[in-house]
């Protein structure tokens, strides 16, 4: 068996025209439904206090812990009844194109693999853990089901801008690795850090990384780390705020971004508003902050 097929049993799966694929539910093993529960087990003792409310909640009514990997048909009836977003299962990473269509038609792309036992706690690419475990539960909340569907839209047009690299970082530092504050503190919502035991914990308790107020522009000009914790984290206020500053014509945002330099991922810059200001120690233990 080859690496690909041991790290992804949908490899050579076939592809639809939109790059779905059948996830023949029957033919998981129970060694990969015992894997899921096992990774839900574990974030399940992780995340609550440190989740946010709506993801904790929609967990459950999504009933992601009856046991085993979600069959994405029965899931997507629970879901679509919520806010009409299904869940389409497909083999890995698709073309971006085709990721955003499926985005603005509210339908979400979830690979279908589950994660090899030596990579349980690391994944370079999102498996169903990741996707489903980590994305699905807030596109039961309305709000946060709008603005999914507004980026894929909006993601039509950077393409056809090539300014995608600008918009990538938007859904990086937020459906991917986003905090939000809440009276009760700040707490997740980016399923990159829901779906990890570790940086759910780093992002929100230890000392090394920055957690700076949303800005839009701001976000657009930085970096990010793809194989590491962050270092910084960008803070929503709520969901209202998010889909109010995304739902626009970001076509003046891209031309001003056309003039203005990047930022490092580690970088503080005047007018930032600093919610707590990290001492990068995780990252210059590493030598990945100046």
Not at 247 to 260: I, K, N, P, R, S
């Amino acid at each position: 068996m080859t690496e690909a097929l041991e790290k992804n049993r949908y490899a050579h799966a076939r592809r639809n025209a939109d790059w779905t694929i059948d996830q023949d539910w029957p033919s998981y093993t129970p060694e990969e439904h015992d894997r899921w529960n096992r990774l839900y087990a574990r974030q399940a003792k992780v995340l609550p206090g440190r989740a946010c409310e709506a993801f904790l909640a929609a967990k459950q009514k999504l009933e992601l812990s009856r046991g085993g990997i979600p069959d994405f048909a029965e899931l997507s009836e629970r879901l679509s009844g919520l806010t009409g977003w299904r869940v389409v299962p497909v083999a890995g990473l698709i073309p971006d194109d085709a990721f955003f269509d499926h985005l603005a038609n509210r339908r979400f792309p979830a690979g279908a693999f589950i994660r090899p036992e030596h990579e349980l706690d690391y994944l370079s690419e999102p498996d169903v853990f990741h996707d489903v475990f980590g994305h699905v539960p807030l596109l039961a909340d309305p709000v946060y089901a709008q603005f999914l569907e507004a980026y894929g839209k909006g993601g039509q047009r950077a393409l056809h801008r090539n300014q995608l690299h600008n918009l990538a970082r938007l859904y990086w530092y937020t459906v991917e690795f986003g905090l939000i504050a809440t009276p009760e503190g700040l707490r997740i919502f980016g399923a990159g850090i829901l779906s990890s035991p570790g940086e759910s914990v780093f992002a929100l308790e230890d000392s090394s990384p920055n957690r700076v107020a949303f800005d839009l522009e701001r976000i657009m000009q930085t970096k990010y780390i793809i194989s590491d914790y962050q270092q910084t984290y960008f803070v929503i206020e709520n969901f209202e705020q998010l889909l109010q500053e995304c739902y626009q014509d970001f076509g003046a945002l891209y031309d001003d971004l056309l003039t203005q330099p990047d930022i490092e991922p580690h970088q503080l810059r005047p007018g930032d508003r600093i919610l707590t200001r990290g001492d990068l120690h995780y990252f210059r233990a590493k030598g990945l902050a100046a």
